[in-house]
Nanobody, 120 residues
Framework: QVQLVESGGGLVQAGGSLRLSCAAS????MAWFRQAPGKEREFVAT????????YYADSLKGRFTISRDNAKNTLYLEMNRLKPEDTAVYYC?????????????????WGQGTQVTVSS
């Protein structure tokens, strides 16, 4: 059983930055998703096990960066120039199948989520 534990969420002013972390072990492609109040969960970014390949939601390119440190078994999401519409619960996810993916159903393991609130 893979355990994923997110951290790093909090309250930040618009224009600020946050870095989320997800503690995970194992050889998996991983991703970040988010769910805003009253909305469906949406894809944010994904990264291969090696870290050599990444893929982002078009709307977030240039502001968010996904990375991982396999020596520390940790996945990261660097979020810059945050906007109030980035307010959501952010989840990390892992998939056992190879390759990158952007659909929820392709991921096998999920963390509990960490709240990010961006004030205007």
């Amino acid at each position: 059983q893979v355990q994923l534990v997110e951290s790093g969420g909090g309250l930040v002013q618009a224009g600020g930055s946050l870095r989320l972390s997800c503690a995970a072990s194992g050889r998996y492609a991983m991703a970040w998703f988010r769910q805003a109040p009253g909305k469906e969960r949406e894809f944010v970014a994904t990264i291969s096990w090696s870290g050599s390949s990444t893929y982002y939601a078009d709307s977030l390119k240039g502001r968010f960066t996904i990375s991982r440190d396999n020596a520390k078994n940790t996945l990261y999401l660097e979020m810059n120039r945050l906007k109030p519409e980035d307010t959501a619960v952010y989840y990390c996810a892992a998939k056992t199948a190879r390759g990158l993916a952007s659909r929820e159903g392709q991921y096998d393991y999920w963390g509990q989520g960490t709240q990010v609130t961006v004030s205007s």
